[in-house]
């Protein structure tokens, strides 16, 4: 382990549990500067809990998180004015303008008021928001809302972002956008945390990602690690005609079987053999084959099996 | 004006919904307009309207609390670089100078209609406990919105401490042998001596010594320097 102070969050043997297998249990981990760690898992899975430990809104019941040196028990001014972060919901005063909103949060790190409307305006501009600035927020969207959230969090420019679930309700543009800017942080050394259950946007932006279940950690690396574990699997969608039941196939090896409607899902060893197989089986129970796609391993399909909740369930 | 801190945020909420702003300034008005005009003993109406000081004040500041915090605005100010008691300060401040714009015009109104032989002396007096007054009951009211968790829990809670209140406060009448207790409390008690000076004044009959009229013009001078310094943005 590195020493703390060059880490940026440090996390040891941290517990937080509000019933059995409720909440966070014996995490540990460590977070450099400029890295983009980001936390995926299913809904319930202790990431938005493990967040507010994270911003100290929460205290552990053992162990402990260093952020940037300092305890976030004690939410020192030191952690609060480097961090910016938006919470799983959008907190807002909603009678007042979005401006308005966003300028209270940013005169609260002390910014100067020339330098805030100009890092607004930038930020109101990025997220499509610069015409409804000066709306009142109750007349905003769900994701109109959530991009005000983030741009509260980044209107500092802080050291360490920490955003959960930031892409739910948001546009693509949008995200396309933040990921731009999520990767120009990295590169200027600073620290972001994205706690989310959207492997597709978080595989484009993560440096490293650590899987969570039931508040544990149940696997972590870089992208490439993680998909590289369950590379020897393949993916294949058949599409049939008319829409039959076909029982999952008892002769081939199948990591999952799913089927919605005419769509079936099927994750299978990567062996060029098996493709014909499984469509030897589906015509063999009278199933008629639209179509046939193989799809490569990608974070979702690492994230599903390695949560051991595989695509039947 | 664009709110640099909490206070300032409250305030701009506040005036920002005029619907809101004349549904909380109305509503106080038509629940006080009766023990303003109606002809019933004094006694009767400065209890009425210092239970509507009690419930704006206290009750409200309760509530608000807890709703803050249910809406998830206090995780959300706790994110950020200000210490905790300064928020709190603020939430005091603004909850305390909302409840004085309510109930305010109807104790002015009261002292109007029915008030005798006003002085300055006695005005600054009387205005300097209602001040001490409102802001005693934002301190205690918050106070309870931290212990309480859900809005039925602070309800509840609310309106039986606000009928205790009432009750050391003399503004009803008590069992003959807590008399004596009663009292002693009142008589250290802002609410009550509040309810007897606005009495008072409806009989023309207020005593004011130099003693007791500072302690109110302190307050009153606190609490206008707090409300003008939090007003603007000193560009710290």
Redesign the interface.
């Known amino acids: 382990m590195n020493n703390t102070s060059t880490t940026s969050i440090r996390i040891v043997n941290l517990t937080r549990e509000y019933a059995p297998g409720r909440g966070v249990t014996g995490i540990t981990l460590d977070i450099e500067p400029g890295e983009c760690f980001a936390v995926l898992g299913r809904n319930g899975s202790g990431k938005s809990t493990l967040t507010r430990l994270l911003?100290?809104?929460e205290r552990p019941d053992s162990g402990n998180i260093t952020v940037l040196g300092n305890n976030s028990v004690y939410?020192s001014?030191d952690h609060?004015?480097n961090?910016g972060?938006t919470?799983d919901?959008s907190?807002h005063?909603d009678?007042?303008s979005g401006?308005?909103n966003a300028?209270?949060?940013a005169?609260?790190?002390?910014m100067?008021?020339k330098e805030i409307e100009h890092r607004l305006y930038n930020l109101f501009e990025l997220a499509d928001l610069t015409a409804n600035a000066f709306d009142?927020v109750h007349t905003y969207s769900f994701g109109m809302r959530r991009k005000l959230s983030i741009i509260e969090a980044l209107c500092h420019d802080p050291e360490l972002l920490v955003l959960d679930e930031p892409t739910t309700g948001v546009d693509v543009q949008f995200q396309i956008k933040l990921s731009r800017l999520i990767k120009e942080r990295t590169v200027k050394g600073f620290t972001t945390w994205i706690s989310g259950n959207d492997p597709d946007w978080i595989a484009g932006v993560a440096s490293r990602i650590a899987f969570m279940e039931f508040g544990k950690f149940i696997a972590a690396g870089t992208v490439d690690e993680l998909i590289g574990e369950v590379a020897q699997f393949q993916e294949i969608c058949v599409t049939i005609n008319p829409p039959l039941e076909i029982p999952k196939p008892c002769n081939v090896d199948c990591s999952s079987y799913m089927q919605t409607g005419n769509s079936i899902t099927i994750l299978v060893d990567k062996n060029p053999g098996l493709v014909p197989e499984m469509m030897d089986w589906i015509v063999s129970q009278g199933g008629k084959i639209n179509k046939v796609e193989v799809r490569q391993s990608t974070l979702s399909d690492a994230f599903l099996l390695k949560t051991g909740r595989a695509l039947e369930e | 004006m664009k709110p640099s801190n909490v206070f300032q945020l409250e305030m701009k909420t506040l005036f920002s919904g005029k619907r809101n702003l004349a549904l909380k300034i109305g509503l106080t008005l038509l629940l006080g307009f009766p023990f303003v005009m109606v002809a019933m003993p004094l006694t009767v109406k400065v209890s009425g309207l210092m239970m509507l000081v009690l419930f704006t004040g206290f009750f409200g500041a309760a509530v608000t609390l807890v709703r803050r915090r249910t809406d998830g605005h206090t995780a959300r100010l706790k994110l950020l670089p200000v210490p905790q008691w300064i928020i709190l300060v603020d939430f005091v401040l603004s909850g305390a100078l909302i409840d004085m714009l309510q109930t305010g015009i109807i104790l002015a109104l009261f002292v109007i209609v029915n008030g005798q032989g006003i002085t300055g002396s006695t005005f600054i007096y009387a205005a300097g406990l209602f001040c001490i007054t409102v802001v005693m009951l934002n301190i205690f009211g918050i106070v309870l919105g931290f212990v309480m968790e859900s809005n039925p829990e602070v309800h509840l809670a609310a309106a039986l401490t606000t009928g205790f209140f009432a009750l050391i406060s003399n503004l009803f009448p008590v069992p003959a042998r807590l008399d004596r207790l009663i009292e002693t409390i009142s008589r250290y008690n802002p609410i009550s001596i509040l309810s007897d000076v606005l009495v008072d004044l409806g009989q023309d009959n207020v005593v004011v010594h130099d003693q007791p009229l500072l302690i109110p013009v302190l307050i009153l001078v606190i609490f206008t320097g707090s409300v003008i310094f939090r007003s603007y943005d000193w560009g710290i």
């Open positions: 911003l100290g809104l939410r001014k609060l004015s961090t972060a919470l919901t907190i005063w009678r007042l401006w308005d300028f209270f949060v005169r609260n790190y002390r100067p008021v009142p």
